[in-house]
C-alpha cells in the first residue's frame, strides 16, 4: 500500500493539514502497521518538526517538538548530566511517536513507561487543540498516551530527565543454565539494579529450555576523587563518543535461516557470555541494534516478526514457561529474544501488567508463520496477557478485545476528540475499532 506524505516544517501548517483524512507519522521505525495511514489517508509527518523549546538544566525539563528524536534529546542532555527516564531498545525514534507507543525499557519494573514522565502535552484534535496533562484534560491526556495516534496530532510535549553522574552503565552480567535458575536470578537482583533484561535461547529444550544470559545495569556514579574535584572533572565524566556504526552488507540467505543454524548460534552465544562486572557507554548498553545498520537484513528478504506479549502476575512464570515451551517445540525463534519484568501501566489502553513480558524476533515463514502467532497468541490469552500493538500487524480483532478489555472505554474518549475518525490508521482498520 501506497501513502501520500506531507512534512510540515512548521507547528503552524499543522491545522490545514489534519482538516483531512490523514494519521500522523514519526520516524517510522515501529515494527507494525500502528504508524500506517488509513487507506485514502495521508501520513503527516513530523520529523522536520524537530526543534527544542527550551531545555532548564537544573531540573532536567525539556519542552520539545514532537518531531525531535530521543537521540537529539541525549546529545544535548548527557553533557549535562540527564538521561532519559525511560527509553526503548533503539534512541532513533521520534519524541511523539515514544509518547503515542508509551515507550518502556529495561527499568519498567521501578520506574514504568514514560507516561510517568510527561508533565505536559500539546495536542491537535478535530474536535480543537488542547494542553493536556495528568491535570489537565486528564481523559484526552491518558488516552493519546500509548493511543497510537487516534486522538490527534502530538505537536510538542514537556518531559522531565533524570539526573545522572557518568554517561557510563555499570553491568553485571550473569549465566542461567534454565528458567528456572533465571526468574531466580530476576528475583534475586531486583532490588540492588535498576535495569534488567534477560536475552534467552527460545530454541533450547529439555532442562535447558529458557536457558539465557541475565544483563543488569545501573548509571555509574562519580568516583569519590572525581565526587570531590572541580567541575571540569564531572564534565569529563559525562563525555561520550557514539559507538562505530557496522553495517550488514547484505541479506542473509534464507537457507542458513533454520532451526540448526539457529540453534547452534544461540548455543555458542550462551557458552562465550561470561559472568563478571564491567563498564560501558549507555549506547552499548541500552541500544546495542543502533550499532548495526540494516541489521534486518540478518532474516534475509522475506523478513521477520516482532512479537511482544506481557503475561501477568500471579501466572507469570508459568505463562512464560508456557510459551517458550510452545516457540521450542514449534522452532519459532532466532537471534533476539528477550525477557523483562515490568509493572503496570496506567493509560487507558495499557500494555504493560506487572509481571514478564517477553519479546521475540521471528523469522517469516509464509502462512506457518501465521497459524503459529495465531496459536501462540490464545496461549497468551489463557495466561491473561496481551501482545504490544506497537510491534503487531497481524493480531485478529476478535483476539484485541479480548485482551484489552479496557479499548471501549479508551475508544469512546478517542470518539469525543475524533469523532469523524479523521486521524485513522491501518491498525485502526484492522482491530476493527471504529465499528466494534
Known sequence: M????????????????????????????????????????????????DRFLSFNPFSGVVDAEAGVTLHAILRIAVPRGFFLPVTPGTM??????????????????????????ILELEVATPSGTFVCSPDAHPE???????????????????????????????????????????????????AGFEY??????????????????????NHAPLAGTERDAAGGEKSAALMHAEARKFKVPFAMPRALLNR????????????????GKSREGFEGFFY???????????????????YQCVIPDPRGEDGIAAALAFLSGNGLGA???????????QVMLPFCKRGYTLALDIPFRGKE?????????????????????????RLSAETFRAMYPESKAWMETVRRYNPSATSNSRMAERLELWTA
Open 140 to 190: 484526552l491526556f491518558r488516552a493519546t498516551v500509548g493511543g497510537y495516534g487516534l486522538t490527534g496530532f502530538i505537536t510538542r510535549a514537556r518531559l522531565r530527565l533524570k539526573p545522572i553522574e557518568t554517561a557510563q552503565v555499570d553491568c553485571l552480567r550473569l549465566r542461567a543454565p534454565g528458567l528456572d535458575s533465571l526468574f531466580a536470578l530476576l528475583s534475586k537482583h531486583d
Open 92 to 117: 532513533f525514534v521520534s519524541l511523539g511517536g515514544a509518547i503515542a507507543s508509551n515507550v518502556h525499557g529495561k527499568n519498567h519494573h521501578h520506574s514504568g513507561s514514560l507516561e510517568h514522565f
Open 288 to 306: 546495542p541494534l543502533d550499532r548495526i545498520r540494516d541489521w534486518n537484513l540478518l532474516y534475509g528478504k522475506p523478513g521477520f516478526f516482532q
Open 2 to 49: 501506497m501513502a501520500e506524505q506531507a512534512a510540515p516544517g512548521s507547528l503552524g501548517e499543522i491545522p490545514a493539514l489534519i482538516g483531512q483524512a490523514y494519521l500522523p507519522r514519526g520516524q517510522g521505525r515501529s515494527y507494525g502497521d500502528a504508524s500506517l495511514p488509513a487507506s485514502n489517508h495521508l501520513a503527516v509527518n513530523s520529523y522536520r518538526l
Open 335 to 345: 537471534f533476539l529474544s528477550v525477557l523483562k519484568r515490568c509493572g503496570d501501566d
Open 369 to 393: 508463520s501465521l497459524r503459529l502467532l495465531d496459536r501462540l497468541d490464545a496461549l497468551v490469552l489463557t495466561y491473561g496477557g496481551r501482545v504490544y500493538l506497537t510491534k503487531d500487524a
Open 196 to 217: 534488567s533484561v534477560a536475552w534467552l535461547d527460545t530454541l533450547a529444550r529439555g532442562r535447558h529450555l529458557g536457558r539465557g544470559v541475565l544483563m543488569l545495569g
Open 260 to 275: 540448526p543454524f539457529l540453534s547452534a548460534f544461540n548455543r555458542a552465544f550462551y557458552r562465550f557470555s561470561r559472568n
